[in-house]
C-alpha cells in the first residue's frame, strides 16, 4: 500500500489469519528487494530478501512474492501473531547501490 | 550475527548545541554505512552514504556542514549533528553494509531519538 501524508495505511488482522502485505515499487532495473520490520521505537529488523531472477521465496512463517511485470512485491504472513504488529516497509536496490524505501504498511494484529 | 549499535539511544539538547551519533557493526566489517532520518508515521529518509576513509555522499537536500560524517574505520561511523534546531529533532537511524557475509543487505541499528529544545 502506499501511504498518503502522515497517515500509513494500515492492515488490521487477527491472530492466527494469513496476512499479506503489499508493495509497489518504482524502478524496472531493481534487482534485489527486501522487507524489514519495524516496531515501535526501534530500527527495521531485515525479514525476507528476494532477488530480481526469482519470483518465490519461503522463509519461516514468511514468504514474499516478485512480479516484475507489473513492479510488485508482496509479503505474506502465516498464522500471524500479535508479535508481528509492526510497520513493515519493502525497500528496492538497483546493483548493490542504495535501497530505496516504500513508504510502510501498519499491521495491527488482534488477540 | 550482523549486529550494528548506536549510541545513544536518546539525547536531549538545547538549540544550538552539537550532538554526536555512533553507529558500530559489531560482529562484521562494513566499508560502507548509511545514515537515515526518520520523522513520525514516515518512511526512512536517506541522508548520506558513508565509505570507510572517504568522503561521505549526501543526498540532495542534506546539508554537508550542518550533518558530519565521519567514517574513520570499517566499524565505526559517526553523524555529528551541528548547532541543532527544533526541526532537527527526528529519529536517526544507521545501517551497515556487510562485506564478507554474502549478502548484500544492510541491517540497521536501533535508532537515536534527538529532541532539540
Known amino acids: 500500500g502506499e501511504s498518503v501524508g502522515l497517515h500509513l495505511p494500515t492492515l488490521s488482522v487477527q491472530e492466527g489469519d494469513n496476512s499479506i502485505i503489499n508493495c509497489a515499487y518504482s524502478?524496472?532495473?531493481?534487482?534485489?528487494f527486501i522487507w524489514y520490520k519495524q516496531e515501535s521505537g526501534k530500527g527495521p529488523q531485515f525479514i525476507i530478501d528476494?532477488?530480481?531472477?526469482?519470483d518465490k521465496r519461503q522463509g519461516q512463517r514468511v514468504t514474499v512474492l516478485l512480479n516484475k511485470t507489473v513492479k510488485h512485491l508482496s509479503l505474506q504472513i502465516a498464522a500471524t501473531q500479535p508479535g508481528d504488529s509492526a510497520v513493515y516497509f519493502c525497500?528496492?536496490?538497483?546493483?548493490?547501490?542504495?535501497?530505496?524505501f516504500g513508504k510502510g504498511t501498519m499491521l495491527l494484529v488482534s488477540p | 550475527g550482523a549486529v550494528v549499535s548506536q549510541h545513544p539511544s536518546w539525547v536531549i539538547c538545547k538549540s544550538g548545541t552539537s550532538v554526536k551519533i555512533e553507529c558500530r557493526s559489531l560482529?562484521?566489517?562494513?566499508?560502507?554505512m548509511f545514515w537515515y532520518r526518520q520523522f513520525p508515521k514516515q518512511s526512512l529518509m536517506l541522508m548520506a552514504t558513508?565509505?570507510?576513509?572517504?568522503?561521505?555522499?549526501?543526498e540532495q537536500g542534506v546539508e554537508k556542514d550542518k550533518f558530519l560524517i565521519n567514517h574513520a574505520s570499517l566499524t565505526l561511523s559517526t553523524l555529528t549533528v551541528t548547532s541543532a534546531h527544533p526541526e532537527d529533532s527526528s529519529f536517526y537511524i544507521c545501517?551497515?553494509?556487510?562485506?564478507?557475509?554474502?549478502?548484500?543487505?544492510?541491517?540497521f541499528g536501533p535508532g537515536t531519538r534527538l529532541l532539540v529544545l
Open positions: 545501517s551497515a553494509r556487510a562485506l564478507d557475509l554474502g549478502r548484500e543487505t544492510q541491517y
Open positions: 524502478n524496472s532495473a531493481s534487482d534485489y
Open positions: 528476494i532477488r530480481s531472477n526469482m
Open positions: 525497500a528496492e536496490n538497483i546493483d548493490r547501490s542504495t535501497l530505496t
Open positions: 560482529d562484521f566489517q562494513a566499508t560502507t
Open positions: 558513508s565509505n570507510e576513509g572517504s568522503k561521505a555522499t549526501y
